[in-house]
Each structure stands twice: as structure tokens, then as C-alpha cells.
């Protein structure tokens, strides 16, 4: 059974967003704003659409899919809050229909200032339509825009697909295992 009223109480989004007006992808299907509460729904189904698949390959009971995925996606929640109390979280849209989310919080780091992109995620159905590239595009635009040194995130090493769209968008990685760590330099 899935409990929202523990994960209810805590505020989301923490933040309304500055990120979100900068971002403007070149496709004018395609908006990025801030996450409402009106998104909740949205955002568990593309939790599940990302991580459904995993558990169910346990195999697993549908009943304890879900279970599992309602507490993973708490999980994350919870996590970024407690990691990242100022990121800023967005929803993709693309022909005035919720795709996508992408998670960017601002670091300070040794030669200026970073976005470390968190999260990024599109549904199964949208994907392979340039969407993603779009909107990493248009973030990085922003970033630039407003001073920003790099662009970092992580990325699973088994995850080949979003390796070869970062390394295509002229991310580096720094180190591996099973987190592979990449940066693009913007400045």
C-alpha cells in the first residue's frame, strides 16, 4: 500500500526555481518549468516507467513492485532534499504533455561555479525524439548565460545509451566505477 502522508508533510519543491525561465529549448513543443504539487502523479508514473522494469526482472509480485517503487521514489526524494536542499526541480513538457523531470542544483567548486544535473529523466515513449538533447542543450545555454563554469552529473556505467548523449554533448568523464562522473567545461 502506498503511505504519501509521511512523504506529503515535507515541502516539495523546496525551491520555486530561477533555472526554469532560462531554460528554453530550440523546440517550441518542448517547455521546461518548475514542479508543482499537481505533479506528483506524473512524477511517481515516470519513477516507475525508469525503475519498473528492474524489479520486476527479480521477479517480483506487481503488488511488491509497487511497493518497492513507492519506496525508492520516496527514497530519492528524500535523498536529494537531504543532499541538495537547494535544487531546483523542473518538468519537461513536450506538446503540452508531461516527458520528463531534470534535477539541477548550483555548486560552488575550485574554479568557479558548477550545475550539477542530478536527474534527468524522459519517459520510455519519448524518447529517441531529441527531447533530452533539447533540453541539455538549452541548460547549458542557460548555465552559460548566467556565469556557470561546468556542467556535471553521474551516470551509471551500465547505462550506455545516456554515456554515448553525454559524450556526444561534449561531457568528459573525470572517474569511474560504477558511478562514472563527467563534466563539461563551459568556461
Do not use: C, W
Not at 503511505?3 to 516539495?12: I, R
Not at 506487481?62 to 521514489?73: G, H, I, K
Not at 541538495?84 to 504533455?97: G, N, T
Request: aromatic share 6%.
Amino acid at each position: 500500500m502506498t503511505n504519501v502522508t509521511a512523504d506529503a508533510a515535507a515541502p516539495f519543491p523546496p525551491t520555486a526555481g530561477t533555472l526554469a525561465g532560462l531554460i528554453v529549448p530550440a523546440n517550441p513543443t518542448t517547455t521546461v518549468r518548475a514542479v508543482t504539487f499537481a505533479d506528483e502523479s506524473f512524477l511517481r508514473a515516470l519513477f516507475a516507467d525508469e525503475r519498473g522494469a528492474e524489479f520486476r526482472s527479480m521477479g517480483l509480485s506487481e503488488a511488491m513492485v509497487a511497493v518497492m517503487l513507492d519506496q525508492q521514489f520516496r527514497a530519492q526524494r528524500a535523498g536529494y532534499r537531504q543532499t541538495s536542499p537547494q535544487a531546483e526541480y523542473l518538468l519537461i513538457e513536450h506538446a503540452a504533455a508531461p516527458v520528463g523531470r531534470l534535477t539541477v542544483v548550483a555548486l560552488a567548486h575550485g574554479s568557479g561555479s558548477a550545475l550539477h544535473i542530478l536527474d534527468v529523466a524522459v519517459l520510455t515513449v519519448a524518447r529517441r525524439r531529441g527531447i533530452g538533447t533539447d533540453v541539455l542543450t538549452s541548460l547549458e545555454r542557460a548555465a552559460r548565460k548566467i556565469g556557470t563554469a561546468q556542467l556535471a552529473l553521474s551516470v551509471l556505467h551500465s547505462n550506455e545509451h545516456a554515456i554515448r548523449l553525454y559524450e556526444r554533448l561534449g561531457f568528459l568523464p573525470t572517474h569511474g566505477g560504477l558511478q562514472i562522473a563527467m563534466v563539461k567545461r563551459l568556461a
